[in-house]
């Protein structure tokens, strides 16, 4: 009793408890149909074994008759007067017929026979011979060869078994003769329903309900592969399954069915009705997110219960939801405020770099000291680049464009990049890549983002004077690319979570390792884009680490990849008229300078409304606009510049600090035939300039 006052009405454990019955009322049908389904197999077993013995009789009584042919044959060719016959040709007749009388059947099955002298010609037959012109010649050749055999020939009545004897005589024992024989394999069919097939006949599919068997033969047919092949189809109507009684049973669990199955249908839409309303909301919420609706509180205790919980979580969620989203905005604004804060003066550093390297190519220590400060800007531009990619990778916005790209040389212009880094470490660098080319489908940039970011990552954390490995190798149809080095190594807790974001080892005081803990992570997010894998090994402190990433080989690559830009500062085919707006004075001032480097007429101004003076005053090829002007956005001064008659054909190219994904939207929107992002390099600049130019004409 104590345990039936548990179940109360309004409870679930009542209604589990019907619906234990109800399933097990189930379990005992499915039982029945199993015993079912056992009787029928073994009914179906017993009719094979049937088969498989009338098949076998039938094959017997064929290999029966061959054998007493075959001795028959054997005994009247052994016969030593029918040798002496052939030797006295005056009586050969005589001799023979009486053996000609008696081979007229074997077991009831006509046969032809034949006697000739050793030159195959015939001498006297049983009066059913009919021997055609291709049989005679087999029946000479035996003859040549001297040795007792059969073979199946395709007569007008179908496929013909003909044998020889030979007739030896007994003083020379060499062939005076032979005895020809021959049966039509039609009238050695048991029955009907069977068919003879041998070795070498042309291939006939055999019917759905039918079996094969060899057939055994004497010496002389063994090398025919006679094979008996019945048609068992009849035994299915008359050893069929007894329908009539099996579908008394099967009514009878149908039936049974019918009744569990609206007993359970019923009971499980009194038990689940709460549920399903309660399933209803969630899927609701999974559809159209967290919302003001929440969960009705109806049904059994213990759904109310869950209905509550449901709402006090939701409530919960929807105010931290709220926070996020507050959080998340301000995050994206300044990390986009601070890459175009930061961009802003890295774009005169970097100009002004490459027009040291151009002015004063035959310095050696110019030229050292500016390719010095255009690593530090794209190490700088890089860690912008991080920065921004943080926002896409938690928001799944990283894409790819990908193209045919040769890892090999991915992994060389990764090590030329991070070289400087580990020279200035005395780190010994080992590369060993493989011998052929191997071609991935992917995105070039990023797939060298992926071999800098692990290098940067070993030489990092790998002490002064330590040692690097770098291995690219093909296998089981992957490119393997590997990254070993002797460092500090990696804590076994740190193992799990080295590929989440702002993950770092444990730093020095003077964190000479520098970076903010997004490498890692978006190596892992990229080569997962790439349909690819990454992994972490290390044997704990100390001990070096081992990062292996695993990329799908590209199938039928066609073997060339594609070939990497220069660095130089390409000549333009012509000089172009060239107005740059830009507040930055330095950035403006250097990005001219490298304009006319390259033979291009410029004129800089650092307002719009300058920019708009200027415009009215002269024409421009092209215009180079920065979006963050102080007086007017780059955006609303390209619309501006348009409405002049003077550019209605100039070419707006938009050069800006800020590179997300809306900003090139709205500068196509706001008619830029390109965008650039600062620091803009000096090759990247003209061959733009000469692009927009070429699909202007």
């Given amino acids: 009793m104590t345990m039936w006052s548990t179940l109360r009405p309004g409870s679930l454990t009542r209604r589990f408890a019907i619906a ?400 400087p880094a580990v020279e200035g470490r005395h780190h010994h660098l080992a590369l060993e890549i493989a011998p052929q080319p191997l071609f991935v489908s992917g995105d070039r940039i990023r797939l060298i983002q992926v071999a800098v970011n692990l290098l940067n990552n070993s030489a990092k954390y790998t002490p002064d004077g330590g040692a690097l490995q770098v291995s690219l190798q093909e296998q089981e149809g992957q490119a393997v690319l590997q990254v070993r080095d002797n460092g500090i190594g990696i804590g076994v807790e740190l193992l799990p979570v080295v590929f989440d974001l702002f993950t770092q080892a444990e730093r020095t005081p003077d964190r000479a390792q520098g970076g903010l803990g997004l490498g890692l992570a978006l190596v892992k997010k990229l080569v997962e884009l790439h349909e690819g894998s990454v992994e972490a090994q290390s044997e704990g402190q100390g001990k070096g680490s081992v990062f292996t990433v695993r990329l799908p080989l590209l199938a039928g690559a066609d073997g060339m990849a594609p070939a990497a830009r220069a660095a130089s500062v390409p000549v333009p085919a012509a000089a172009r008229r060239i107005l740059v707006v830009d507040d930055n004075v330095d950035a403006a001032a250097t990005l001219g300078m490298l304009l006319e480097t390259a033979g291009h007429s410029v004129r800089v101004e650092h307002s719009a409304q300058a920019a708009l003076a200027a415009a009215a005053q002269d024409e421009f090829d092209v215009v180079l606009l920065d979006i963050g002007l102080p007086d007017m956005s780059g955006h609303e001064l390209a619309r501006a510049l348009r409405n002049l008659p003077c550019c209605g054909d100039s070419v707006l190219v938009a050069v800006s600090g800020y590179g997300q994904a809306q900003d090139r939207r709205m500068s196509e929107e706001a008619g830029f035939a390109a965008h650039l992002v600062k620091p803009v390099a000096a090759d990247e600049l003209i061959e733009t300039i000469a692009r927009v130019q070429t699909v202007r004409i």
Wanted: proline fraction near 4%; aromatic fraction near 6%; charged fraction near 20%.
């Fill in 20 to 419: 234990a019955a109800v399933l097990t009322a189930a379990a005992v049908l499915l039982v029945a149909a199993a015993s079912f389904w056992l009787v029928n197999r073994q009914h179906a077993a017993a009719v094979a074994v049937l088969q498989q013995r009338e098949t076998a009789y039938n094959a017997n009584m064929v290999g029966s008759t061959l054998a007493t042919l075959a001795s028959r044959m054997t005994d009247v060719a052994n016969s030593p007067i029918l040798a002496t016959a052939l030797v006295d040709s005056a009586g050969r007749e005589t001799y023979l017929t009486p053996f000609l009388g008696s081979l007229r059947q074997i077991n009831g099955i006509p046969v032809q026979v034949l006697f000739t002298d050793f030159e195959g010609k015939p001498i006297a037959g049983n009066g059913q011979e009919r021997f055609d012109a291709p049989q005679m010649d087999w029946l000479r050749a035996q003859i040549d060869r001297g040795r007792d055999t059969a073979a199946i020939f395709d007569g007008p009545q179908g496929a013909e078994l003909v044998g020889v004897s030979l007739l030896r005589y007994s003083r020379t024992n060499t062939p005076e003769g032979a005895l020809a024989y021959k049966i039509g394999l039609g009238d050695l069919r048991p029955v009907p329903a069977s068919v003879l097939t041998w070795t070498g006949q042309a291939r006939v599919a055999p019917k759905a309900h039918s079996l094969e068997m060899p057939v055994k033969v004497p010496g002389e047919f063994a090398h025919l592969g006679l094979k008996l092949r019945l048609d068992v189809s009849a035994f299915d109507d008359d050893l069929g399954t007894p329908w009539s009684q099996y579908s008394l049973i099967v009514a009878t669990a149908a039936a049974l069915a019918l009744v569990v199955f609206l007993l359970g249908s019923r009971l499980s839409l009194n038990l689940t009705r709460d549920l399903r309303r309660l399933g209803q909301f969630a899927a609701r919420l999974g559809e159209e997110g967290i919302s003001e609706r929440r969960a009705e509180l109806a049904g059994s205790s213990e759904t109310v219960t869950l209905a509550r919980s449901i709402n006090r979580m939701l409530d919960h969620l929807q105010r931290q939801q709220a926070d996020l989203q507050r959080e998340h905005q301000r995050k994206d604004e300044f990390l986009a405020m601070l890459a175009h804060e930061l961009r802003n003066p890295l774009a005169p550093i970097s100009s002004a770099a490459q027009l040291l390297r151009v002015l004063f190519a035959n310095e050696p220590r110019i030229k050292q000291t500016s390719e010095v400060i255009s690593r530090q800007v794209a190490h700088m531009t890089h860690l912008v680049d991080d920065l921004l990619d943080v926002s896409r990778v938690t928001r799944g916005l990283v894409t790819i464009n990908k193209t045919q790209v040769e890892l090999g040389a991915v992994v060389r212009e990764a090590v030329e990049q991070i070289m």
